[in-house]
């Protein structure tokens, strides 16, 4: 997709920390869960940036501070240049109304007691001044249409629909307000395998007929691929590594990245034949405690000394296209030929 110069979103040195407390009348605070730990990235109109981690490694607390739903430890977002953290009133609600989210479970994220109709033009009630009260219900029929769902169903109830068409609903009240970036917090993880190739095919429909612009979360790197124009992979409140699509799949040099790109199933059974499969060991640590320098180092095959006295920077080394943070960053064979 085609980006201008100019980001729609800037991300620098992000992060959240949320209070540990201990004690229940007389709350005292032991520490910090550190969810989010200095996330820096920019977004193009029409681009996509998928994100991809492990459960717990902040994912949703990044989309979360990208929504200003949750407020910063410390760092900036800005939305087509103006400071999310810095604004009040009227010009935050118009940055709002410009970041919309489509949620992971479309199950449990719609209310059942409403119907479709009122699911989708609820932003309108929010923003009023987007379309006039008599001019709703037509906009919302056209919205179900937009998404691929019968206009004529705007007075059914969520429970009436399938995962994949209540998946559209979610999508087509996102699309409301016509923001330029829509965050999908893992927008098809609760679906069938054959429901979630048609979600996908939609939301790259839309983007390209609204030049939206995606941050796109999964756990699973081949669930990005498609759709992804970079790609960024996060590991307990930091991103690890960072490219292009290709870049990161085909040439990955952190070995975080290339052990989750080793459990991706490879269609072609030869590229299967000559892979490595990197297994990794345990669960990652508490973002309480993260390890000293690179937090990966209690799981890397690859850890020395230096990885536990010296963090390393999330930069371009020689050699290399794009930047990881490895004091050893390569490219290795994960993958194979394919
Ligand atoms: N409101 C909160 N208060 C305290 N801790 C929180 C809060 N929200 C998230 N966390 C913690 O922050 C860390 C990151 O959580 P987050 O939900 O962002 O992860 P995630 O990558 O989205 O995980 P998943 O893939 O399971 O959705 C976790 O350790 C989580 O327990
Ligand atoms: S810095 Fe060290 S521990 Fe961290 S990923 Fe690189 S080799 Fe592994
Ligand atoms: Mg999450």
């Given at each position: 997709m085609a980006a201008t110069a100019e980001p729609i979103l800037e991300v620098r040195d992000l992060v959240k920390h949320f209070p540990l407390t201990h004690g229940i009348?007389?709350?005292?605070?032991?520490?910090?869960?550190?969810?989010?730990d200095g996330v820096s990235f920019d977004l193009h109109r029409g681009e996509t940036l998928g994100v991809v981690g492990e459960s717990g490694c902040g994912k949703s607390t990044l989309a979360k501070l990208l929504m200003a739903l949750e407020r910063p430890t410390s760092g900036s977002v800005r939305i087509d240049g103006r400071d999310i953290g810095r604004a009040r009133g009227a010009e935050l609600k118009r940055m709002r109304r410009n970041v919309q989210m489509v949620m992971q479970d479309p199950y449990t994220s719609l209310?059942?007691?409403?119907t479709v109709g009122d699911i989708v033009g609820e932003p309108f009630e929010i923003h009023?001044?987007?379309?006039?009260r008599g001019g709703r219900r037509k906009r919302v029929q056209e919205l179900l249409e937009v998404v691929?769902?019968?206009?004529?169903?705007?007075?059914?109830?969520?429970?009436?629909?399938s995962g994949g068409q209540r998946q559209r609903i979610g999508i087509a009240r996102g699309l409301a307000l016509q923001p330029d970036i829509i965050i999908c917090d893992?927008?098809?993880?609760?679906?069938d395998v054959s429901i979630q190739a048609q979600v996908m095919n939609l939301l790259e429909r839309l983007q390209n007929e609204f030049n939206l612009a995606y941050i796109f979360i999964a756990h699973d790197l081949s669930v990005v691929r498609h759709i992804s124009d970079r790609v960024a992979v996060m590991y307990l409140g930091k991103i690890v590594e960072v490219g292009r699509d290709a870049e990161i799949y085909?040439?990955?040099?952190?070995p975080y990245t290339q052990a989750l790109l080793s459990a991706v199933p490879v269609p072609d059974p030869e590229g299967r034949e000559h892979r490595q499969r990197i297994i990794l060991q345990g669960d990652p640590p508490s973002p309480a405690n993260p390890p000293s320098g690179c937090r990966f180092r209690t799981r890397c095959?690859?850890?020395?000394e230096i990885c536990a006295e010296q963090e390393p920077a999330l930069e371009t080394r020689p050699g290399s296209s794009h930047p990881s943070?490895?004091?050893?960053a390569e490219v290795h064979d994960v993958v194979g030929s394919h």
């Open positions: 009348v007389f709350k005292r605070q032991i520490g910090a869960i550190k969810a989010v209310n059942p007691r409403m009023s001044d987007v379309v006039p691929g769902l019968n206009p004529d169903h705007i007075n059914r109830y969520p429970h009436q629909f893992e927008p098809v993880s609760a679906l085909d040439s990955p040099t952190h095959w690859k850890a020395q943070a490895c004091h050893f």
